[in-house]
């Protein structure tokens, strides 16, 4: 399988842009999070944890139900279908935002009883502001990416981050004592602000057109459905745990968990590049290619993955205790085993990131939810139980066990559907590393020598 000049600049130029909006929301995230971890006390940053968890999962039905299918159509579609698809997008989007606010307003007492924490009735309240207001954010970024280009998402993420990381940055240095209703109006307001600048980005290219949408409607919510089941069950396989540790022990369980999942995902960032930079492509390459292109994808990209995290992960492994008392302070000494058993699942999340990704740009979103529905339920019934006997370390563990059975499942699956052989993964992991040094090290080498001696 062989990339023309046009394929290989659509690598370098996405690659560098998506793994720079990743590498920046990494990091202001992981700023705010270092700062946040010694503002707010154990109960408090586990309520927070708590809050943000829900929020995202609200997100992902949007998200799951819109993203894909929008993406999917809209990249292979000729110029004249684009104004309906994007109209019909628009109010489908428009329709799940008002049942998110929704869901919030009926969910915000249960869950403040559930971890007995009244504060959440109100940061769910004024969140259902943000909750609109990322709606259209979400959509210009989601018709940016449909036209293979990024810098208006790394430049409205970078947006977001840098506003909240400014307030709990001076709220740190004046000693000022903050309370999480703040954090949630600092978040509405970055949002609001991101979605102006989006505009900016995609003005041109929002087009509108009323004939047909209700075709187009039932198309991209057939399509989407799975999309939405997958993300959601994705979703609530990554932070059952915190939620079930809240549940069943406290919201500081929880937190200390958290810590342990926030520091892991600073080694995620190649994971979520690759998978924003794959899908576009592979749904393109389908239609155009078939299958066999769709094989090397997947290997390529989970091998090159893989040769990028490795490092970090067996840094991170042996310094458990190091990253852990200098990212959160000694307060947090109980995430150190939890970081360990974090780090040995998070090999397995570029295979699943990029089953989805395949699966969904072949058409096959309904086996994707299936796969991830299944994982969901094993984790969920793997938490109670593990959490019951074993405290924290449960949760950890449910996850890895989860995580393992999954993969079992998806590789399956990926040999049935497009062929892939899962031991190329590591083929293309090792000659990554020649791969690298070849293109990029020894030129490097070469020039600096070479000007050294003029």
């Not at 036209?147 to 840098?162: A, E």
């Not at 959160?328 to 780090?343: F, R």
């Not at 090792?430 to 791969?435: A, M």
């Amino acid at each position: 399988m062989k990339e023309t000049a046009k394929d290989s600049n659509y690598w370098l130029v996405s690659g560098f842009m998506t793994i720079l909006q990743n590498f920046s929301g990494v990091f202001f995230g992981f700023a705010g999070f270092f700062i946040l971890v010694r503002l707010l006390t154990k109960q408090e940053y586990g309520v927070w944890v708590l809050f943000m968890s829900t929020i995202t999962i609200l997100e992902a039905i949007r998200t799951g139900l819109i993203q894909t299918a929008l993406i999917r159509y809209l990249s292979a579609s000729e110029d004249e279908s684009k104004p309906v698809i994007i109209t019909a997008s628009a109010l489908l989007s428009g329709i799940v935002t008002l049942v998110c606010v929704l869901a919030s307003l009926l969910l915000s007492g249960l869950l403040a009883r559930l971890w007995d924490s009244p504060q959440l009735v109100t940061l769910f309240l004024v969140y259902n502001l943000g909750f609109i207001l990322s709606g259209v954010l979400n959509l210009f970024n989601w018709l940016e990416q449909a036209s293979f280009r990024f810098k208006g998402v790394f430049f409205t993420g970078l947006v977001r981050q840098v506003i909240f990381f400014a307030f709990v940055g001076l709220a740190y240095f004046f000693n000022y004592k903050i309370q999480l209703i703040h954090l949630v109006w600092v978040q509405v307001v970055s949002i609001g602000l991101a979605a102006g600048l989006a505009y900016y980005y995609v003005r041109l290219h929002l087009q509108f057109s009323m004939v047909g949408v209700g075709d187009w409607l039932k198309k991209l919510f057939g399509y989407g459905k799975y999309g939405f089941g997958t993300s959601v069950s994705s979703l609530l396989s990554g932070t059952l745990d915190q939620m079930m540790l809240g549940a069943m022990l406290s919201p500081a369980a929880s937190g200390a968990f958290n810590i342990a999942v926030r520091i892991t995902n600073l080694i995620d960032i190649p994971t979520n590049a690759m998978a924003v930079i794959v899908f576009p492509q592979s749904a393109r390459r389908m239609a155009e290619e078939g299958k066999d292109a769709i094989k090397y994808l997947y290997e390529k990209s989970v091998g090159t993955t893989l040769a990028i995290l490795l490092p970090g992960v067996l840094f991170l492994y042996f310094f458990a205790d190091w990253a852990i008392s200098l990212i959160a302070g000694e307060k947090y000494d109980d995430s150190i085993p939890l970081l360990k058993i974090t780090l040995m699942y998070s090999l397995l999340i570029p295979f699943g990131r990029q089953f989805g990704t395949i699966l969904d740009s072949i058409g096959k979103t309904k086996v994707t939810f299936y796969v991830v529905l299944i994982t969901t339920l094993v984790n969920l019934g793997l938490n109670y139980y593990f959490i019951d006997w074993l405290g924290v370390l449960g949760a950890a563990y449910a996850t890895l066990v989860s995580n393992i059975i999954g993969f079992m499942i998806a590789q399956v699956i990926l040999k049935r559907e497009v062929s892939v052989n899962v031991l190329n993964t590591f083929v293309y992991m090792y000659q990554f590393y020649p791969e690298f040094f070849q293109k990029y090290i020894r030129p490097f080498y070469l020039k600096t020598f070479t000007s050294a001696n003029k």
